[in-house]
C-alpha cells in the first residue's frame, strides 16, 4: 500500500497531488509537464518537497511535519529510468549486482532467476555501451528488482523506445507485475501501456490529481485522456481464452461481457495461447458501434447485448455512450446526432458491435502465464 | 628521505670538475678522480646528472602523488558543490597560474622557510622545508595544482550526475557512489591531470630556485642543472644530455596518460 500526498512550488509549476493505492501497478498518467516525473523523483527521494508525506507499506520515508526524512539510498525503492542509466564502467553482470551487494540480506529474487525472468541471460557479460535500447532498459529493470526494493518506480521506460522495441518490452513488464511480486508504481503518457499493465489508474493533470480509481473506471473516460490519447480511451476486460477456430484463424474469448471473437492469438514462440489463460481486452471507444436490434446482415463478429447506462459530452460532435453488457461496461463513441436520432438514453436496450478486426496487439494483453 | 646527505656536503654538477662561484653551499668534490676526466661516449651521464635526474623523478613524484587527494577534493568541490567563498577557493587555486613563479616561491620561503609563518612550527615537529628537496616537492606541488585541479573539474563536471543518482537508488551511499562511480569516471581527466602536475612538476624553475634554492643533490632539479650548465664554460654537451631526458621523460609520461586514458575510454564505449 502506498500513501503519497506533496505539494511542491517550482517557478511557476506548482505540483499538489496526494494518492492512495492498492494493486500490484499503479499508473500515474499525464501529458508531459503534469508533474508525473516530480511525484516519483519525491517518492524515490530524488526531489525534496517543500510539503509532503509518503509512506510505502507502512514505512515512512518522507514526513515534512514530523521531519522524517530518509536519505534516497536507505529508502529500498527501485527505479528503473527513462533513459536506464546504467553505469557505462560495468559490465552488465556488475550492473545487475550493484543493488544486490548493497541490499540487505533477505528474500528475494537471484541473479540467475531475474536474468531468466527478462532474458538477460547472453547478456551478462557485455558492457552497456553495446546493448540496444531495449536491451539496456531490460537491464535497467533487473538491476532494480536485484536491489530487492520495496516498491519499485517506473518512469516512461518505453517512450525513449521505438514500436518495436516496445512490444519487445512490455510482455517482460507484465510478467514483472505477475511473477515479482513487488508492487510497481508506473509512469506513462500512454493509454495502451497503462491498460495492459495497470490495477490502478492516476490521472494528472497541471500538477493535480485529475481522478485516481480502478484502471477499468478511468481508462473509459475519454475526457481524462489529452489529445491523441483520447482516442484510445475504452473499456477494459478481464476474459479468458475458451477456443481457437484454426480454421478462420480465431479465437473466442469469454467474460463476464459475454464472448469476442479476435484474431487468432499466438504466444512468443507462435503456438496458439493455451485455453483457460487470462486476457486483458481494451475496446476502444471509436471501435464500438451501437444497433437497436440485432444487426443481422452485418460483417462484425462481435454483437452484445446491453443496457445503456449512461451518456457523456453535452457539447462538439461526439457522445460517449456506456453500456452494461452482463458484468462489465463497454463504451461507444457515436455522433451527438446518432444519440439523437436513435433516442439513445439511460435504461435503453442496445446492441455493442465490435469488428474482430478491432483488436490487435496493442489491445489485448495476457494478464498471466503467456503474452502475446 | 635526503638522497645525498647533508645538503652542504652533496656532490655538485662540475662542469668537468672545474669549481662553481655560482652556489655559496658549492663545496671541494669528493668523489673519484675518473668521473672528473670526460670518458666514455659524450651520451652516458656524469654522477651528478644522474642525481638531478633522480632528484627531479623523486620531487615530481613525491609532488604528484601528494597534491593527488587534495586536488581530487578541491575538484570535486568546485565541479559539484555550492558554497560560500567557491569563487575565493577558486581563485585561490589559480593563483601559481598567474603569478610569476618566483612571487610564488618568495611566498613560499615566507611562509615555510625556517623562520616563516608556519616554517617555525612545522621545523618543530620535525617537518623541514627550506633548502630541502622535500621543499622542492612543495614548490612543484603547488604550481602543479592549479593544472591538476582543472583537468579534475572538467572530468567531474563530464560525469552524469544522473548516474550517480541511478545508484542511490539502488542502495549506495553518496560516499560510495563518488567511489565506485564518479572516481572511475571521471578517471581519464584524472590521470590527465596528475600527467600534467608532474610534467609541470619536472619543468617546474622559479618557484623552486627561489624557495629552496639550487643545492646540487638536495634541490638542484633537471632545470636546475640545465640552467647551471648553461652558466658555466663546457656545460653545453652535459646541458643538452639533461635538455634530450627532459623531453624523453615528459614525452613518456604524456603517452602514457594518453594510453591509460584511451584505455579507460574504450571501456566505456565497448
Redo the contacts between chains.
Sequence with gaps: MIAVAVAHRRGAFALEAAFTAEGRVTALFGRSGSGKSTLVDVI?G?VRPQAGRVVVDGVTLLDTRAGVRV?????????V?Q?A?L???LSVRQNLL??RW??PRGEGPDLAAVAELLGLGDLLAR?P??LSGGERQRVAIG??LL?RPRLLLMDEPLAALDEARKAEILPYVARLRDEARVPIVYVSHAVAEVARLADTVVVLDGGRVAAAGPAAEILRRADLFPGREAGEAGALLHLRVAAHDEAFGLTRLDGAAGSLTVPRLRDPAGAPVRVGTSVRVRVRARDVLVALERPRTLSARNILAGTVVSLAGAEGPHAAVEIACGGAVLVAQVTRRAVHDLGLGPGRAVFAVVKSVAFDAETIGAGTEVEI | MCPRGEPGAAPSIQGRGRARPWTPRAVAPSWPRHALEPSGPALSLTPDEWSALRLSLLVASVATLGSLIPGLAVAYLLARKAFRGRALLDGLVHLPLVLPPVVTGYLLLLAFGRRGWFGAALAEVGIVFSFRWTGAALACAVMGFPLMVRAMRLSFEAV?P??E??????????A??FLV?TL??ALPGILAGAVLAFAKAMGEFGATITFVSNIPGETQTLPSAIYTLTQVPGGEAGALRLTLISVAVSMAALLASEWLAHRARR????
Excluded at chain 2, 571501456?267 to 565497448?270: E, G, I, K, P, S
Design positions: 524515490a530524488l536519505p534516497v539510498h536507505r529508502r529500498r525503492i527501485g527505479y529510468f533513459d542509466r553505469l557505462p564502467h550493484f543493488g548493497l541490499a558492457r555501451a553495446g538491476r532494480a536491489a | 552524469d544522473r548516474l543518482q541511478a545508484a542511490g537508488t539502488l542502495g549506495a551511499a553518496p560510495l557512489v562511480v572511475p569516471l571501456r566505456l564505449a565497448a
